[in-house]
C-alpha cells in the first residue's frame, strides 16, 4: 500500500500545453516536497511546502500545498519538451525519522 | 561545489554473491540516505546515517546493510543477492535534517542481479 499516491500515471500532452499533476495521501505530512528525476539521474527538488494552503511559483510551475496537508498539486503552464521527466512527491511525516517517503510519480512526456 | 557522487555506475553480480555501493556526499553535509528505486515501485527508503550512526532504516531485511565513514562518506551492502534486488541505488545527502532543504541526489548505481 503507498502512502503517497500520485495522478495519473503517465500523461503525454503537446507543447505549449497547461497540465496538473497530483499527490494525495490519507496522511498528514509536516513537509511536502516535489523534486523531477530525468533519465539515467537522481532526483532533483524543486520545491518545499510546509505549510497548509501555500502556494508556491517557481516559473512555469505552480505548486499548492492541501490546507489539511495531506495531498499537494503541480501546475504547469504553457508545457514545454524539457519540462519532460517523472514529477515526485515526498512527504515527512513528522521530525522524527527524518525519511521522506515518495510517491511512485507522475512520467510527464511533453511533445514538440 | 561537486555534487553527491555514487560509484560504480554499473554493477552486475550473479544472486547469492555481496555488493558493495559507495557514496561521497556534498561537503559539508553529514546526513546520508539510501533509497532503492526498482522499476514500477518508486523510491523505497533504506537506511538513513548521520555523524557515523545508523538512524533509522527502512523494512529492508538484515542483508541489508551499510555504514557511514568519518569523512560522512557511506557504503551500502547488500549480502546474498536476489534476482529481485535488481534496481537503481540512490544515494542522498542533506545540509541538516532536509525538512526544508531537501535531498540532493547522486545519479544512483544501477545493480543488476543475474
Known amino acids: 500500500t503507498q502512502l503517497l499516491e500520485q495522478s495519473p500515471q503517465f500523461l503525454s500532452i503537446q507543447e505549449g500545453e497547461n497540465l496538473t499533476v497530483y499527490c494525495n495521501s490519507s496522511?498528514?505530512?509536516?513537509?511536502l516536497q516535489w523534486y523531477r528525476q530525468e533519465p539515467g539521474e537522481g532526483p532533483v527538488l524543486l520545491v518545499t511546502v510546509v505549510t497548509g494552503g501555500e502556494v508556491k511559483k517557481l516559473k512555469r510551475l505552480t505548486f499548492q500545498f492541501g490546507d489539511a496537508r495531506k495531498d499537494s498539486s503541480l501546475h504547469i503552464t504553457a508545457a514545454q519538451p524539457g519540462d519532460t521527466g517523472l514529477y515526485l512527491c515526498a512527504g515527512l511525516r513528522d521530525n522524527y525519522g527524518q525519511n521522506f517517503v515518495f510517491g511512485p510519480g507522475t512520467r510527464l512526456s511533453v511533445l514538440p | 561545489e561537486a555534487g553527491v557522487t555514487q560509484s560504480p555506475t554499473h554493477l552486475i553480480k550473479t544472486r547469492g554473491q555481496q555488493a558493495t555501493l559507495r557514496c561521497s556526499p556534498i561537503?559539508?553535509?553529514?546526513?546520508v540516505y539510501w533509497y532503492q528505486q526498482a522499476l514500477g515501485l518508486g523510491l523505497q527508503f533504506l537506511l538513513w546515517?548521520?555523524?557515523?550512526?545508523?538512524?533509522n532504516r527502512g523494512n529492508f531485511p538484515p542483508r541489508f546493510s551499510g555504514r557511514q565513514f568519518p569523512n560522512y562518506s557511506s557504503e551500502l551492502n547488500v549480502n546474498a543477492l536476489e534476482l529481485e534486488d535488481s534496481a537503481l541505488y540512490l544515494c542522498?545527502?542533506?545540509?541538516?535534517?532536509?525538512?526544508?532543504?531537501?535531498?540532493?541526489f547522486g545519479s544512483g548505481t544501477r545493480l543488476t542481479v543475474v
Open positions: 561537503s559539508g553535509h553529514t546526513s
Open positions: 496522511s498528514v505530512f509536516s513537509s
Open positions: 546515517y548521520d555523524e557515523g550512526e545508523e538512524r
Open positions: 542522498a545527502s542533506s545540509l541538516g535534517t532536509g525538512f526544508l532543504r531537501g535531498y540532493t
